[in-house]
């Protein structure tokens, strides 16, 4: 997809001026982040797993090459391949020439958002094969031709009725005029037209969960077990997976997955959680003749060691934004790239490049909820103000928020004059805010009060001026 | 400290108060309300002229060299004071979970922010988790509702400690609004740099704090008050705004926030 991360700014205003968008996320802000807390609360050692989660993912990436290596080994030992891309087109050109070789003319896919971040879509489809979304979501939104709008849910943006209007423009075609109005009816039709894509498909194509270095599996979860006919129905498998996505052991994805569900959905487990462990064996009744790994890093490894590899820790639950303001306000599509909210906040800079997207980090209050509740503790807001420190550096931040910063700066290393202008400015707006007590406009502060009124400062004077003149007084005899 | 018995049965602490930029410019009240809080409490207080802000604005900038600069005028400030307290979660925040970091790689500044760190408290959780005080001497006859500022509440575990004092207040109902705990869209800079993003996040707020039926919303921040305060008066709201101190010192009898002077509640 076309990164439009750079006019955050308009899209956000657009998203803020969406009703059905609006309607949407009024009911996502107290449905997710209600169940996670339920979840959380019948756990009692909840915390304790969200620090043996974060231990697992830490000891991996301190370890990531081994882990790596230890995975291959298994993979090519069950029968295997791994191929390793460094860049996002490298990805492409290795699934594009799996496809082409068993003369692929349809790819069944299951939600992956590295396929997202390698717009890997785009790409079969000018070659002519044609990938087919298995996920619900995903698929409305193909259908529709929109990228995801949340890293789990990825048509949450959207209301029943859109959905509605969506099916019966696209499934008129198969026999299907009636509009839908009920949940269930929708996913019926939705099952029916794909069950047919499954059988069709040449090639399955799933992310991973997790990697499992121990024995070689991939690991997915999901609610609807689209995966699980993605994988055994065609021929070939690949799995799509970043590098960060391999831990050591079964025991240690048992620890992650019981973090995972909780924090994503509020659900004690996905209700589908499959371990894929290489081809089908000749004992077996089922599962594709080849199996594929292709390990992608675009651009990963160089954040290992830096101040910012926390953000590797990601399982992808979406906890952060479900639980961030900024993003209940606005919505993913705001963010302009695969990754919303908080994590995309981080990961975005990081993958397209700061002067693509320094406006993600600056676009957050620090309010720290995402932190609170992630898995794996990532520490989300002192990574953007990495970031932020990162785009200063570079002299990418604004020009009058520098000048602003700067003149504040050499203020308020002067305390005398910073009191005298302070004083002075207290004043001032305090004798024009008299009648009212607020300002319904101010000069240069029209950001505030387009929205809210600027309250006058209480008269008397600053603080240390009343201080000082009552000579450091008590306020009591 | 055991809980219940108040320190003043030793000897009186000496606390500096951090005035915090915002106190000091637009509501002075607060901090003459922190200061008799600590001395009802039996602090001796004193007020370090030469302070001025925590830093906030440029650390969240990402302009790490003057944070630096402005935390090290900080540290020099309060040094040797047995306890600075802010009436602020953000800057308390600041002072205690933030300076450290900055100073990674100059070992004598960060043993000395972290020596501040230490001593470093909001006020309500000094008076409360430090000093022992459960009761102030106020009376509040009215319906009160809580917001929990993201910083206070997050870095500095402020929670129960300013509900705690205001239960044993005379005549003050306490009505938790629905998710006290989400930001108002206040966010420092974001404000102003995001107002319409800004604006939906205290919209909402505003629609919490109405349906609670609270007379008077409280905080601990000023900046979280300046900004609901600024949306319910241009709603139109009766809503009062006061910072949690100036009810807890009984100076409740000023204007609120953005009224105009002569208006008491």
């Known amino acids: 997809m076309q990164p439009s991360a750079h006019a955050f700014a308009a899209n956000a205003s657009a998203a803020l001026a969406d009703p059905n968008l609006q309607d949407s996320l009024a009911k996502l802000k107290v449905g997710f982040s209600e169940r996670r807390r339920q979840a959380a609360e019948r756990l009692p050692e909840f915390e304790q797993l969200r620090d043996r989660a974060r231990d697992i993912k830490n000891h991996t990436l301190a370890h990531l090459d081994f882990y790596l290596e230890e995975f291959e080994r298994k993979v090519l030992a069950l029968g295997g391949h791994v191929h390793w891309a460094p860049t996002a087109a490298d990805a492409r050109r290795i699934i594009g020439e799996l496809c082409r070789s068993v003369g692929a003319r349809t790819v069944a896919k299951s939600k992956s958002m590295v396929a997202e971040e390698i717009a890997l879509n785009e790409h079969l489809e000018a070659m002519g094969v044609s990938p087919i979304e298995t996920d619900l979501g995903e698929y409305i939104i193909q259908l529709r031709n929109e990228p995801p709008s949340h890293i789990i849910a990825p048509a949450v943006h959207l209301t029943k009725d859109q959905v509605a209007d969506t099916f019966l423009e696209h499934h008129r075609a198969l026999g299907f005029t009636k509009r839908l109005t009920e949940r269930n009816d929708l996913v019926a039709e939705a099952r029916y037209v794909l069950r047919q894509k499954f059988l069709d498909a040449d090639v399955g194509l799933t992310g991973a969960n997790f990697l499992v270095a121990e024995t070689g599996s991939s690991m997915l979860v999901t609610n609807e077990g689209n995966a699980d006919l993605s994988n055994t129905l065609p021929r070939m498998h690949i799995v799509l997976a970043s590098i960060e996505k391999v831990i050591p052991t079964l025991e240690d994805a048992a620890v992650l997955l019981r973090v995972l569900a909780r924090s994503a959905t509020g659900q004690e487990s996905s209700a589908y959680t499959t371990l894929n462990t290489g081809p089908r064996r000749p004992e077996d009744p089922d599962g594709p003749e080849q199996y594929h790994v292709v390990l992608l890093d675009n651009g990963r490894s160089s954040v290992l060691g830096t101040e910012m590899q926390d953000m590797l820790r990601c399982i992808r639950c979406g906890a952060c934004m479900n639980h961030c303001p900024v993003y209940g306000a606005i919505g993913g599509h705001a963010y302009g790239w695969v990754y919303p909210g908080p994590i995309g906040a981080v990961l975005t800079p990081q993958l397209l490049g700061v002067e693509e997207a320094a406006n993600l980090p600056n676009a957050s209050t620090f309010c720290g909820r995402c932190e609170s509740v992630c898995p794996v503790r990532i520490p989300l807001p002192k990574l953007m103000r990495h970031w932020r420190e990162r785009e200063f550096e570079r002299h990418l931040t604004p020009r009058g928020v520098r000048r602003g910063l700067a003149a504040w700066a050499w203020l308020a290393q002067r305390p005398r004059l910073y009191r005298w202008m302070t004083g002075f400015a207290n004043r001032l707006l305090a004798l024009f805010g008299r009648a009212e007590g607020r300002y319904r406009s101010l000069p240069l502060a029209g950001g505030w009060t387009r929205f809210r009124d600027f309250p006058a400062p209480e008269p008397g004077g600053t603080f240390h001026a009343r201080w000082a003149r009552q000579g450091g007084a008590r306020t009591r005899p | ?265």
């Open chain 2, 1 to 265: 400290m055991v809980a219940g018995v108040p320190s003043s049965v030793s000897a009186p602490r000496r606390v500096a108060l951090f005035v915090t930029c915002l106190v000091d410019m637009f509501r002075p009240s607060v901090g003459f309300a922190a200061i008799k809080l600590l001395e009802d409490a039996g602090c001796i207080v004193e007020v370090p002229p030469v302070q001025v802000c925590c830093g906030q604005p440029a650390y969240n900038s990402g302009d790490r060299r003057t944070a630096r600069t402005i935390a090290a005028q900080v540290i020099d400030a309060f040094d040797g004071y047995e306890a600075v307290v802010a009436p602020s979660g953000s800057c308390g925040g600041m002072l205690i979970h933030h300076y450290p970091g900055l100073f990674e790689d100059d070992p004598s500044m960060r043993a000395r922010a972290e020596s501040l760190a230490s001593r470093s408290h909001e006020l309500t959780s000094f008076l409360v988790d430090v000093l022992g005080v459960r009761t102030v001497s106020a009376r509040h006859a009215g319906t009160v509702t809580y917001h929990d500022s993201c910083s206070g509440l997050r870095e500095l575990g402020v929670k129960e400690q300013p509900r705690e004092l205001l239960r044993h207040i005379d005549g003050l109902t306490l009505s938790e609004m629905r998710a006290p705990e989400v930001c108002c869209g206040f966010g420092g800079t974001f404000c102003v740099k995001y107002p319409d993003i800004s604006d939906a996040m205290v919209r909402e707020k505003a629609t919490d704090i109405a349906a609670s039926g609270a007379g008077t919303l409280l905080a601990g921040d000023l900046g979280c008050l300046m900004n609901m305060a600024g949306k319910l008066q241009r709603e139109g709201s009766a809503v009062k705004v006061r910072h949690v101190a100036e009810i807890l010192a009984g100076m409740d009898d000023q204007p609120a926030i953005g009224e105009p002077p002569g208006t008491t509640r």
